[in-house]
Structures are given as structure tokens and as C-alpha cells.
């Protein structure tokens, strides 16, 4: 399965389709905005608090002519059914969990299978691909199944909704799922104000809730919440002092060489966000890592862009590079959606602005480096950027789970999975999810509910998927955040690969 072909060498400013059709790749784009400002004080944002949370659980029953084994409600029990071979990921599947059977919420378990759901943008201002959504989805219980496996004699159905990039649509979807198709857990897919909303929800009706680590301050009181990768506040400080530390000053101040701002022997960072107050954690997190790397703090400045689809976005963009030119900025802190990244990168590349980029989350997957390796590589080239998984082209040359392959080989047509073109980084975080709930249901043992689902999460098992970094879940305050770890990826434009995979799992500098 070559990439050969996926990457063009050539430089070239992208269509506005070809733009719009990775506006299709948010994954940490915020649900609102206001008018650009560049600002040097950090105000703090607000969470939600204990006096939001419900402990009511969700209805036992089972769909429409069906029954889930020991519902809430008076479900009746029966015998866990015990079949299947090894289960991919590490243990058995007959699970290595210690939480006792006994009183508790069971919906979602039916005889013949477990239900899961997962919510994520497929319409709306920043979409995600629904077709690597519609595949991936599924890719890991497949692969499962074709082995000859289950998971406590069951399958796993995956229900997947549109959320539409919508917070109040997003809890929708996710009583729906939880009422309607009975879903045992849920899963967050993208979009940090959606994830803020679909937790606060199921921590109302006692239903667990797995999302990518986004943000802290958002979902931190929801004991049914757990992160399945590094927050972005946790990444902040580990991408500060890898810059400051790692680069040191000498090879940080190297703005823009030939273009409007030259090296002046000083350092200047700024970090461009969405503006939503889930992201102000995050800001507060790169803050501290500047701070104890010992970056004078005069330096650092904020700008936060409009939405997507506000029809300000582009002056907003203009301005802030305009600004960032004059002041001199060496270094720019992307954490907007991928659509956003691409314009800004291209307009500032345009004017002859350009920076060292680096990122946290995964605003910045393989397809917008392919696109900024295409049409500004003097500018993307070098980029920096955390992710909770390893770089594509590695994980497709077998570097990093062969069987993620076979499975795609096995599942998949080719023309739409080996171009990084076409959602393969979805299709490989899903697979990887997937890989952590499976490890999650071992760890909770056949007769789980939910209760003890989060139970013996909080026991502290390591959950080990070799895609992922490694979990541990404790009970203490904030400790369903459960890594800090993050692979560090490189761009490499001009070459075969996009992304390139230096370091990782890496906790710190």
C-alpha cells in the first residue's frame, strides 16, 4: 500500500474547494466566536461545577423487542456468556478485570452484543469526514470478529450521530443514543464545546463518556468522564519548553529569512485560537510552560480568530498576520481548526511572513500538511506538532500496530484509505479508540455495569493499545485525565511523507 503520489512537490496556492473540503477536518475548532484581538493577559474561563451533575441512571430496558441483561431497572439478570480467543491489544477475552457482578446499570449489554455510540461534526461550520467516520467506526470489532474473537461472547455495535458542530445538538444526539439504541458508553469524536456538552449530559444519567483529550476545565467534574488522550492544558507545557529548551533562542529567532521580518535577537511567540472559553485552559497551560522555561512573558501574544464561517475571518486573519509581521514573532501557536490553519499559513505565506509553526491537538492532521506542503513548503516546512497517535506513513509501513494495516487492507478499498488525502488519520484515531474501549471493557470484567465500569477504571490498570500512550485512571481529583504523553511529529514537505515521526510517547523536555 505505497503513498506514492500522495504527496506533490510542487507549489501551489489549494482551490477553495479543495479548502473547504478539509474545513471537513475539525477536530478543535471552536463552536463561537467574536472579533480578532491580540491581548497579553490571560482570563481565566469557567467550568461547570458539582451542582450541575445528576446521578440518575439511564432506563435498563433494551430496544424495541429486545432486553439487556440486568438493566436499573429491573432487567433481568443472566449468565454472562464466556467465549472468544486473545483480544487484540493484550489479556483475554475473558477479561483481567477484578469489579464484582452485582446491583447496577447494565443498558447497553444485551445477550449477542455490547452498543456504543460515538458523536462528531459530519455537517455543519467544521465537519469531519463522515465516510472515514462511517469506516473506522467499526474497523477494530471487524478485524476482531475476522479473528475469531469477542468480547465476552458479544459483539460491539457502534452507533455513530452527526452532532452538526452543534453544543446543544450534540447532547441531543447523545440522549438518543443513550435512550434510543440503549448505548452502554459514549464517545466524543471531535469538537471541544460538543465534548463539553455531551459530558455534562451523561454525567446527569450515569453513563460513561470517552472523548480525545481536549479541554480540562470543561469536563474535570464529571466523574463518568474519562480523556483516552493528553489534554490540550497538559500538552501546553510540554510543547513550551520543547520549543524554548530543545530549539533554544539561537534557532528560534529565524523569522521569516528573505522575507518581511528578519532575526532580531530576540524571541517572540504568539499562539492564535479559537475563541471559545474550552480553549482557555489551553492557553493557560502554554502560559505555564513559557513561564517555567523562563520566557519573558512580554514577549507572548494571543490572538483570537472568529469562527469558520464568519465572514470577518478573513480580514481577522489578515490583521493578526499583519500584526505579527510588524512585531516580529518568531513562532505561532495553531490552535484553530484545520481550515483556519490552512488560510492563515497560505495568506501569511503570501506576504512573505513566515514562522515556525507548532501545534497541539490534531487541527494540523496529515491532509492539512499535504496541502501546506503543497502550496507553501517554505513556510509549513519543520512544523512541530503533538498528536495522540504516531505519524500515518510509519503506522502504514507497519512501524506501529501491523494489524492496523491488514485490517485496512482487509476492510478497506485502497483508493480511498492510502492517500493520506482521504481521513486515514480518523480511520487510525478510531481504530486506536476502539483498541482503548476494548482494554477498558477487559479491565471492568463480564459482569460490568456502568458503575463498575468507572469503578475499575479508577483502579488504576494500565490500558496499553500501541497506539495511544499509555492510560492510568486513579479516583483522586483530575485523574480522569489519564497521560500526558503525546507523540511529537514533524512536517517534511518536499519528501514522501508529511508527517514524520520523531519522538514519542514523550511526557516533557
Same mark, same amino acid.
Given at each position: ?6 504527496? @506533490? ?29 491580540? !491581548? ?12 450541575d ?11 424495541? *423487542?429486545?432486553e ?6 429491573g ?5 454472562t456468556?464466556?467465549?472468544? *480467543? ?7 477475552? =475473558?477479561?483481567? *478485570? ?20 460515538? !458523536?462528531? &461534526? ?7 469526514q463522515a465516510?472515514?467516520? =462511517? ?14 474473537q ?7 455495535e ?33 469538537g ?14 450515569g ?14 467534574p464529571?466523574?463518568s ?10 500538552q ?15 534557532r ?10 528578519q ?16 480553549f ?7 502560559r ?8 519573558n ?8 480568530l472568529?469562527? $469558520? ?17 510588524a ?33 497541539v ?8 500538511s ?11 516546512d519543520? @512544523? ?5 497517535? &504516531?505519524?500515518?506513513? =510509519? ?13 485496512? $487492507? ?8 492510502n492517500?493520506?488525502?482521504?481521513g486515514?488519520d480518523?480511520?487510525l484515531?478510531?481504530w ?21 465500569f468507572?469503578?475499575?477504571? =479508577?483502579? *488504576? ?12 485512571y486513579?479516583?483522586s481529583?483530575?485523574? !480522569? ?18 508527517? !514524520?515521526?520523531?519522538?514519542? &510517547?514523550?511526557?516533557?523536555?
Amino acid at each position: 500500500m505505497s503513498e506514492a503520489g500522495a504527496f @506533490a512537490r510542487r507549489r501551489r496556492r489549494a482551490s477553495p474547494a479543495l479548502i473547504a473540503a478539509f474545513a471537513a477536518l475539525s477536530m478543535t475548532a471552536a463552536a463561537c466566536g467574536q472579533l480578532p484581538g491580540v !491581548h497579553q493577559e490571560f482570563a481565566s474561563g469557567t467550568g461547570a461545577t458539582q451542582d450541575d451533575l445528576g446521578v440518575g441512571p439511564a432506563a435498563g430496558e433494551g430496544a424495541a *423487542g429486545e432486553e439487556t441483561v440486568g438493566g436499573a431497572t429491573g432487567g433481568r439478570r443472566r449468565t454472562t456468556v464466556r467465549e472468544g *480467543g486473545a483480544a487484540g491489544g493484550g489479556g483475554t477475552s =475473558e477479561g483481567t *478485570g477484578t469489579a464484582a457482578p452485582g446491583a447496577g446499570d447494565r443498558t447497553g449489554i444485551f445477550r449477542d452484543r455490547i452498543v456504543i455510540g460515538i !458523536h462528531a &461534526p459530519v455537517t455543519g461550520a467544521a465537519p469531519v469526514q463522515a465516510q472515514a467516520f =462511517e469506516s473506522g467506526k467499526d474497523l477494530y470489532w471487524r478485524w476482531l470478529e475476522r479473528k475469531g474473537q469477542s468480547v465476552f461472547g458479544r459483539k460491539v455495535e457502534v452507533v455513530f450521530k452527526d452532532d452538526t458542530y452543534s453544543p446543544s445538538v450534540a447532547a441531543q444526539r447523545c440522549q438518543e443514543m443513550a435512550q434510543r439504541n440503549k448505548a452502554f458508553l459514549l464517545i466524543g469524536g471531535a469538537g471541544t464545546d460538543q465534548i463539553a456538552a455531551c459530558a455534562r449530559y451523561t454525567a446527569q444519567n450515569g453513563i460513561p463518556y470517552l472523548s480525545a483529550g481536549v479541554t480540562e476545565e470543561g469536563v474535570a467534574p464529571y466523574k463518568s468522564y474519562f480523556a483516552i488522550s493528553a489534554s490540550y492544558r497538559s500538552q501546553g507545557p510540554i510543547l513550551a519548553q520543547m520549543l524554548l529548551r530543545k530549539f533554544g533562542a539561537s534557532r528560534l529567532d529565524q523569522v521569516s529569512p528573505g522575507g518581511i521580518a528578519q532575526p532580531d535577537g530576540q524571541v517572540r511567540i504568539a499562539m492564535i485560537r479559537a475563541n471559545t472559553p474550552n480553549f482557555d485552559d489551553a492557553e493557560a497551560g502554554f502560559r505555564q510552560g513559557l513561564q517555567q522555561a523562563g520566557f519573558n512573558m512580554s514577549n507572548f501574544f494571543v490572538y483570537n480568530l472568529p469562527k $469558520e464561517d464568519s465572514p470577518t475571518l478573513r480580514s481577522a486573519i489578515a490583521a493578526a498576520i499583519q500584526d505579527m509581521a510588524a512585531r516580529g514573532i518568531d513562532v505561532v501557536n495553531t490552535l484553530i481548526a484545520p481550515v483556519v490553519v490552512i488560510e492563515f499559513v497560505q495568506e501569511a505565506d503570501s506576504r512573505g511572513y513566515r514562522p515556525r509553526y507548532a501545534a497541539v491537538g490534531i487541527s494540523t492532521v496529515n491532509q492539512v500538511s499535504n496541502i501546506l506542503c503543497q502550496s507553501a513548503p517554505e513556510s509549513y516546512d519543520g @512544523a512541530d506538532v503533538f498528536f495522540p497517535w &504516531p505519524g500515518w506513513p =510509519e503506522v502504514m509501513q507497519g512501524r506501529f500496530d501491523p494489524e492496523f494495516r491488514q485490517a485496512v $487492507e482487509a476492510f478497506e478499498d485502497a483508493q480511498s484509505v492510502n492517500s493520506v488525502q482521504s481521513g486515514g488519520d480518523i480511520l487510525l484515531s478510531l481504530w486506536g479508540t476502539m483498541k482503548v474501549v476494548h482494554q477498558m471493557f477487559l479491565a471492568a470484567g463480564p459482569e460490568m455495569t456502568r458503575q463498575s465500569f468507572v469503578s475499575a477504571l =479508577e483502579g *488504576g490498570k494500565l490500558l496499553s493499545t500501541g497506539v495511544y500512550p499509555d492510560l492510568r485512571y486513579s479516583a483522586s481529583q483530575g485523574a !480522569h485525565f489519564g497521560t500526558k504523553s503525546v507523540y511529537r511529529l514533524e512536517v517534511e514537505c518536499g519528501t514522501d511523507r508529511a508527517f !514524520h515521526y520523531r519522538e514519542g &510517547p514523550v511526557s516533557g523536555y
